[in-house]
């Protein structure tokens, strides 16, 4: 309890993986949503959809995320056993075999689930006539996407887009001011209804003839969750350790030269971008920004010491042991762990077995009473399944012999 970086909490198990949460990362999260709460740009947004962006959406796809790499890691014959959310992302603890081809795996099984989760969210706007965007600048809160058939910009609720009914032309402001100013004289000074008031306000405008081009509500949420995931997806491909970006350059150093110089090349590519982002957290005032700044940078001397480590007093790197000395090779590739279909066409297998097994013993045993039956009545004290049963046990096993 004295050290601060154990406070976490488990949630689940799940595959085998325990996850847990620090308690971090509701503090940054929180810290996040409460800022989005006093930016006064979004004082139409309702707190729930900020909530929902910035902690549960955020946690989803995270989690997601570092299964990803929970999953690389099995596959190429290690093992994962316990996932971290923490405040600055997530925490994968696998173990993986001490080569360049398993690390490249596990560490792109994590972008791959957010590239999934893309794909995914973009099928689901595609099958609605909309289009995605790879734009990571928008506003999550105010989406607005084009439509395929009618060359229209559809907005989220919290903005708003008028079209002249039945056409894709957009009023001029004089021509809505003018359209205001006749609804107000009809209903009275003031009524025009707010854009908030969803409802109220596109009656008003239909009325005025016009329509409001709103997305469905399904729709904002899937580009809010593409965006999310593309957004981590950018962020995690930077080449700084330990960002997935950082360790994907290591394993391909690693492939073309040794371990020490994808580490050494990794590391100090690492501390170059927390630089940059140091100066730029210090110039735009985001604490966040510095956070990772720092982690970044206390992460990439943190490896480099333990290189330092790991290397004997003659500069040997003995990270694999001392047997290493009598080989340069690699060292044999592990056997691949067999995937859900193979395990469960094994196991498939396997009761089949079992069953046909049971049978035979069951089909045994009572020939053996059959037999005793015989020797003590004779076979005419058999009955005629008796003898159906002895006929066809005596034939499977000519048939096996």
């Known amino acids: 309890m004295r050290d601060p970086m154990s406070w976490s909490i488990p949630l689940f198990r799940l595959f085998g993986i325990q996850v847990r949460v620090h308690v971090f990362f509701f503090i940054v999260t929180l810290g996040l949503f409460f800022r989005q709460m006093q930016l006064t740009q979004y004082d139409n947004v309702w707190w729930?959809?900020?909530?929902?962006?910035?902690?549960?959406?955020?946690?989803?796809?995270?989690?997601?995320?570092?299964?990803?790499?929970?999953?690389?890691?099995?596959?190429?014959?290690?093992?994962?056993?316990?996932?971290?959310?923490?405040?600055?992302?997530?925490?994968?603890?696998?173990?993986?075999?001490h080569r360049w081809k398993p690390l490249f795996t596990t560490v792109a099984a994590g972008p791959g689930v957010n590239v999934l989760i893309c794909l995914v969210c973009a099928g689901g706007i595609l099958a609605a006539g909309f289009v995605p965007t790879l734009d990571p600048t928008i506003d999550p809160h105010r989406v607005e996407a084009a439509k395929l058939r009618d060359s229209r910009i559809y907005t989220s609720s919290y903005k708003v887009k008028l079209y002249k009914t039945g056409t894709a032309e957009e009023p001029t402001l004089k021509e809505f001011t003018k359209k205001q100013e006749e609804y107000e004289t009809a209903h009275g000074k003031g009524s025009f209804p707010k854009p908030s008031d969803t409802a109220k306000f596109t009656e008003a405008v239909q009325e005025m003839g016009y329509e409001r081009a709103v997305l469905p509500v399904w729709v904002v949420w899937a580009y809010r969750i593409f965006w999310l995931s593309w957004l981590l997806f950018l962020f995690n491909m930077l080449p700084a350790y330990?960002?997935?970006?950082?360790?994907?350059?290591?394993?391909?150093?690693?492939?073309?030269?040794?371990?020490?110089?994808?580490?050494?090349?990794?590391?100090?590519?690492?501390?170059?971008?927390?630089?940059?982002?140091?100066?730029?957290?210090?110039?735009?005032?985001?604490?966040?920004?510095?956070?990772?700044?720092?982690?970044?940078?206390?992460?990439?001397?943190?490896?480099?010491?333990?290189?330092?480590?790991?290397?004997?007093?003659?500069?040997?790197?003995?990270?694999a042991g001392y047997t290493s000395l009598e080989r340069d090779d690699e060292p044999p590739p592990q056997p691949k762990r067999p995937g859900p279909v193979t395990r469960w066409l094994q196991a498939r297998k396997a009761r089949r077995v079992a069953r046909e097994t049971e049978a035979k013993q069951r089909d045994e045993e009572r020939m053996d009473l059959l037999l005793e039956k015989i020797a003590r009545s004779g076979q005419g004290s058999l009955t005629d399944e008796e003898r159906q049963f002895l006929k066809r046990v005596s034939a499977r096993k000519r048939n096996t012999s």
């Open 48 to 97: 729930g959809d900020k909530f929902l962006l910035t902690v549960v959406a955020l946690f989803g796809i995270i989690l997601l995320h570092e299964f990803g790499h929970c999953f690389g890691a099995r596959y190429v014959g290690g093992d994962a056993r316990e996932i971290l959310i923490w405040p600055l992302g997530g925490l994968a603890f696998t173990e993986i075999p």
């Open 242 to 319: 330990p960002l997935d970006g950082g360790q994907l350059l290591q394993s391909l150093v690693w492939a073309r030269t040794d371990y020490r110089r994808g580490v050494v090349v990794a590391a100090y590519t690492g501390i170059t971008v927390s630089i940059v982002f140091l100066i730029v957290s210090i110039a735009w005032n985001e604490s966040l920004f510095m956070g990772l700044a720092l982690f970044m940078l206390y992460s990439a001397s943190i490896k480099l010491m333990q290189l330092d480590t790991e290397d004997g007093p003659f500069g040997y790197d003995f990270s």
